[in-house]
């Protein structure tokens, strides 16, 4: 059945997809988060994962921490990347996978799309796919991924359970989360709950 979608969802996304639309495309702006290349090296992650990406691999990464921190990821499995922005991640999946193995990275923004099915076809990963979709419903069949990871993104979805029950829908039985995302322990007052720029970043 597909999810019921009310008129501020729309709003929402069409708001977050201007938003990364413009991290796609002009990455050399100055944004109210951090992006690209320093935030990668914010977050930690190894210099090993990064060697060899060329600079439209990471110039519009914007995520939060580092999913592959959380767990390994074993050649020949398939991974799933919720909300795969410009494929950062994906392109370091890929590698792990290796060409017996599967990436799919999902997102809802064509810009994003664009860049990250580029930047796959140029370092020649051809296991590494895009899908447009959302995150509250993949584009992914039932029982079909080892591995679901997300980096920043389940934090702008205003519904998490569906995004959740979707997770656990597309995982195999025995399939790993390695998730990247923000947790707030304080009740979020409802002025913010309505701020939509609050919502974008
Ligand atoms: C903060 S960026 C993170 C991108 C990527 N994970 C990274 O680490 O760079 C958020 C991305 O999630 C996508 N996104 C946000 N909400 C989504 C949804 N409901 N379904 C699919 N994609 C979504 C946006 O289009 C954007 O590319």
């Given at each position: 059945m597909a999810t019921q979608i009310a008129p501020e969802v729309d709003i929402l996304r069409r708001e977050i997809q201007e938003k990364y639309t413009e991290v796609a495309s002009s990455p050399e702006l100055t944004f109210h988060f951090h992006h690209g290349l320093p935030l990668a090296k914010i977050l930690e992650y190894p210099e090993d994962l990064l060697?060899?990406?060329?600079?439209e691999a990471v110039e519009s990464f914007a995520g939060?921490?580092?999913?592959?921190?959380?767990g390994e990821i074993a050649p020949g499995e398939t991974v799933l990347d919720i909300?795969?922005?410009?494929?950062f991640d994906c392109m370091i999946a890929g590698r792990f996978v290796g060409p017996t193995g599967k990436v799919i990275g999902v997102d809802m923004t064509d810009a994003m799309l664009e860049r990250s099915r580029k930047t796959a076809k140029s370092l020649g990963l051809a296991q590494v796919e895009f899908k447009k979709g959302f995150a509250e419903e993949l584009p992914v069949p039932d029982n079909s991924v080892d591995v679901v990871i997300s980096n920043g993104?389940?934090?702008?979805?205003?519904d998490k359970y569906a995004v959740f029950k979707e997770v656990f829908r597309v995982l195999k039985p025995g399939g790993r989360l390695h998730l990247a995302d923000i947790v707030v322990y304080k009740q979020v007052p409802d002025e913010a709950k309505e701020d939509v720029d609050l919502w974008t970043a």
């Amino acid at each position: 059945m597909a999810t019921q979608i009310a008129p501020e969802v729309d709003i929402l996304r069409r708001e977050i997809q201007e938003k990364y639309t413009e991290v796609a495309s002009s990455p050399e702006l100055t944004f109210h988060f951090h992006h690209g290349l320093p935030l990668a090296k914010i977050l930690e992650y190894p210099e090993d994962l990064l060697a060899g990406l060329p600079p439209e691999a990471v110039e519009s990464f914007a995520g939060v921490g580092n999913p592959f921190s959380v767990g390994e990821i074993a050649p020949g499995e398939t991974v799933l990347d919720i909300g795969s922005g410009c494929g950062f991640d994906c392109m370091i999946a890929g590698r792990f996978v290796g060409p017996t193995g599967k990436v799919i990275g999902v997102d809802m923004t064509d810009a994003m799309l664009e860049r990250s099915r580029k930047t796959a076809k140029s370092l020649g990963l051809a296991q590494v796919e895009f899908k447009k979709g959302f995150a509250e419903e993949l584009p992914v069949p039932d029982n079909s991924v080892d591995v679901v990871i997300s980096n920043g993104v389940i934090n702008l979805t205003p519904d998490k359970y569906a995004v959740f029950k979707e997770v656990f829908r597309v995982l195999k039985p025995g399939g790993r989360l390695h998730l990247a995302d923000i947790v707030v322990y304080k009740q979020v007052p409802d002025e913010a709950k309505e701020d939509v720029d609050l919502w974008t970043a």
